[in-house]
Antibody
Framework: QVTLRESGPALVKPTQTLTLTCTFS??????????VSWVRQPPGKALEWLAL???????FYSRSLKNRLTISKDTSKNQVVLTMTNLDPVDTATYYC?????????????WGQGTLVTVSS | QSVLTQPPSVSGAPGQRVTITCTGS?????????VHWYQQLPGTAPKLLIY???YRPSGVPDRFSGSKSGTSASLAITGLQAEDEADYYC???????????FGGGTKLTVL
């Protein structure tokens, strides 16, 4: 059974850096074709793709947020970490991680339960 | 503003059929990139509903079906049930943005 779980701070101050961890089980990011991606959803709004990392450590970012995002993986710990710099209240959202098999063209399944991050002073 | 356009809301009575459209452009759906659909029940994470335009994952009822033509894709739900009330999102890839796209989401209300 494949599961993913997001963890990180619930409250972050403006201008600070956010670090989120996705801990997964049931697959390995060293397996060919495996990828993990981050998606966020502001309260009451739509899903927004953020970043993806694949089994070869190739990284892909949302063009609009590229300068603020860094995605990395620790294969031995089954974890993917997303950092976002210079937080603003508009970054308040539920952040999800999800598995993708085969690359950016494919579907997200399954998803983690999400973690709500509020940006406020 | 999403590059994949969905109607903000649709509604239907129990037992009826509804369709949700996802309109893109020549750099995403029109370039024959696959379209995937998700169902998000209130307060929960999205769940895969349709992948690669038309395929249902195991466990998804055959009341849900997907199609694609030109620069648009559609999700059809037949035999509407109260439990189908949720938000639905389409997803594809965009070659101009070199990244993943989600639609703006459609809220389905079962009357």
């Amino acid at each position: 059974q494949v599961t993913l779980r997001e963890s990180g701070p619930a409250l972050v101050k403006p201008t600070q850096t956010l670090t989120l961890t996705c801990t997964f089980s049931g697959f390995s990011l060293s397996t060919s074709g495996m990828c993990v991606s981050w998606v966020r959803q502001p309260p009451g709004k739509a899903l927004e793709w953020l970043a993806l990392i694949d089994w070869e450590d190739e990284k892909f970012y949302s063009r609009s947020l590229k300068n603020r995002l860094t995605i990395s993986k620790d294969t031995s710990k089954n974890q993917v970490v997303l950092t976002m710099t210079n937080l603003d209240p508009v970054d308040t959202a539920t952040y999800y991680c999800a598995r993708i098999q085969g690359g950016s063209y494919n579907w997200f399944d399954p998803w983690g339960q999400g973690t709500l991050v509020t940006v406020s002073s | 503003q999403s590059v994949l356009t969905q109607p903000p809301s649709v509604s239907g009575a129990p037992g009826q059929r509804v369709t949700i459209t996802c309109t893109g452009s020549s750099s995403n759906i029109g370039a024959d990139f696959d379209v995937h659909w998700y169902q998000q029940l209130p307060g929960t994470a999205p769940k895969l509903l349709i992948y690669t335009d038309i395929y249902r994952p195991s466990g998804v009822p055959d009341r849900f079906s997907g199609s694609k033509s030109g620069t648009s894709a559609s999700l059809a739900i037949t035999g509407l049930q109260a439990e189908d009330e949720a938000d639905y999102y389409c997803q594809s890839y965009d070659s101009s943005l070199s990244g993943v796209l989600f639609g703006g989401g459609t809220k389905l209300t079962v009357l």
